[in-house]
């Protein structure tokens, strides 16, 4: 990929390195890192390395009667942000809208005035959703420019936000389709709720996912299950699945998602990782009905806190996703102990950068 933003942008810190090469450094990089457990042969599952992420946040930089996207500088290069030409690794539906959008905006004083930041979603039709983010009061009289918008880019719906305050022309939320072994499955994304960046690989770690499963008996929990991602295609593994997730509007739409999907062997819950894990503690009644020998974890960065690791502990089998190879090291120093290791995958959904994803399977010995 060669992209204009190269050596300016601070976001695509392996700009000078080959794809092949950054693949063959991250996995190297991945097997010192858990050297010392006993791991398979890591898998290493790759993606498109150009137009491959599904929202991006940009800051807007206002120069004269200019306005431009920015991102963070290079690390070298000091604090702060740098107006960019073009990012090419934003979805192809993305990239399309980004400069005619800001031209538009450009020409209206009083979308421009103030404006800070815009946000991108795309799903895989090239629908959008696309927020702009203020710094200065804004009301509902803002619709009448957002209108002139929306007829230019039909297949935009906007959100407009300032502090504490939000407004939505027509809708908050996208369908996306991922397509996973040859079926379709469709899932409501929410704007502002965590989804997975890199659809391509989306599809590739759920069924990764759904064939290091398919011979676990008993039932499935979920923690940090967002908008059921995993929780949907793999409830056609087990028998039941119970999934959790702190954010209210992911568990809505994974209860939807559910529903769109024909699945009604699944509980979500909407409480944290620590607070579920009370509830085997205190042997809740809503844990009753369970065989609870499997868990699928997909935690943020910090990895699991040490009530939520405790509680994982307890299964038999886990499947971890992980976006930190360091915290799940931790974790699996825990969790590696009487389990063997079945799988290891290193799952590349943030080419040009150092982040690594990973997948990891214990079973019980
Ligand atoms: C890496 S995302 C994974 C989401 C989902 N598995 C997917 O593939 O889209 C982590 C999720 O954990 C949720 N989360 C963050 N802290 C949490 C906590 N303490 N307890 C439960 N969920 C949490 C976030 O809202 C987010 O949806």
Not at 269 to 292: G, I, R, T, W
Not at 344 to 351: I, L
């Amino acid at each position: 990929m060669i992209c204009s933003s190269f050596g300016k942008c601070g976001s695509c810190v392996l700009w000078q390195m080959p794809y092949s090469e950054q693949l063959k450094m991250k996995s190297e990089k991945l097997k010192e890192l858990f050297n010392e457990f006993n791991m398979p042969e890591l898998e290493i599952i790759n993606g498109n390395d150009e137009h491959f992420r599904a929202r991006a946040e940009f800051r807007v930089w206002h120069e004269g009667d200019k306005s431009f996207y920015a991102m963070r500088k290079r690390k070298e290069d000091g604090r702060g942000v740098i107006p960019i030409e073009e990012c090419k690794i934003v979805d192809k539906a993305i990239y399309d809208v980004m400069a005619p959008l800001m031209n538009e905006i450009e020409k209206n004083d009083n979308l421009r005035f103030k404006l800070y930041e815009i946000d991108f979603l795309s799903n895989s039709k090239g629908e959008l959703i696309v927020t702009l983010i203020y710094h200065k009061k804004v009301d509902e009289s803002i619709a009448e420019d957002i209108e002139k918008l929306k007829e230019k880019f039909k297949n935009i719906d906007f959100i407009v936000r300032r502090k504490g305050r939000k407004f939505v022309f027509d809708k908050n939320y996208l369908i996306e389709e991922l397509n996973i072994n040859g079926k379709t499955y469709k899932y409501k994304i929410i704007e502002n709720t965590f989804s997975q960046p890199n659809r391509k690989m989306s599809e590739k770690m759920i069924e990764w996912a759904l064939g290091n499963s398919k011979h676990l008996k008993g039932d499935l929990v979920e923690l940090y299950c967002g908008n059921g991602n995993f929780t949907i295609p793999l409830s056609e593994n087990f028998r039941k699945v119970i999934a959790t997730e702190i954010n209210q509007e992911s568990i809505q739409a994974a209860t939807f998602n559910a529903d769109i999907n024909g699945r009604d062997n699944i509980t979500f819950l909407a409480m944290s990782a620590a607070e579920f894990s009370s509830l085997k503690k205190d042997n809740s009644p809503l844990l009753s009905s369970y065989d609870l020998k499997n868990v699928l974890i997909d935690p943020p960065r910090a990895g699991l806190d040490d009530k939520s690791r405790k509680f994982v502990n307890d299964f038999e089998n886990i499947v971890y996703i992980s976006c930190n190879p360091e915290t799940l090291k931790r974790d699996l120093e825990t969790l590696a102990n009487g389990r063997k290791i079945k799988a290891f995958a290193f799952f590349d959904q943030f080419p040009y950068t150092e982040h690594m994803e990973c997948g990891v399977v214990l079973e019980k010995m």
